[in-house]
């Protein structure tokens, strides 16, 4: 079964600092980090896999998992650059509401697991 996913806005991803060294909450094109943005990446792990991909709980914190046998972990989008510099795209569905309820869902499943 192929899920359909109508996708809004895709733009590149390099975080603008928010005031006094706190976690970025925007991009450096001034548009909102928001809960259920999709931040994908090219970069290699210290495992040798290509790819990573994580989502935004909240301006300024995320969620993604290391890999195999690790947990899902939050990270700030400042953490995240420093591991994963090469961030490619932000990936933002156009339905506000469901990409909220996903990093919601994704921060629910990070707590039980």
Do not use: C
Not at 38 to 60: K, N, R
Not at 87 to 101: E, G
């Amino acid at each position: 079964m192929v899920l359909s996913v109508s996708v809004g806005t895709i733009f590149a991803a390099t975080p603008k600092s928010i005031g006094g060294g706190g976690s970025s909450t925007s991009y450096e094109n001034g548009v909102s980090m928001l809960a259920g943005d999709i931040l994908v990446t090219q970069d290699t792990s210290s495992s040798g896999i290509t790819g990573h991909a994580a989502i935004v709980v909240s301006p300024g914190s995320i969620v993604h998992i290391k890999g195999p046998g690790y947990h899902p972990e939050i990270v700030t989008y400042n953490w995240w650059k420093l591991n994963y510099p090469r961030t490619l795209k932000v990936i933002r569905f156009n339905d506000a509401t469901k990409a909220a309820k996903a990093g919601q869902w994704a921060l629910n499943y990070k707590t039980n697991y």
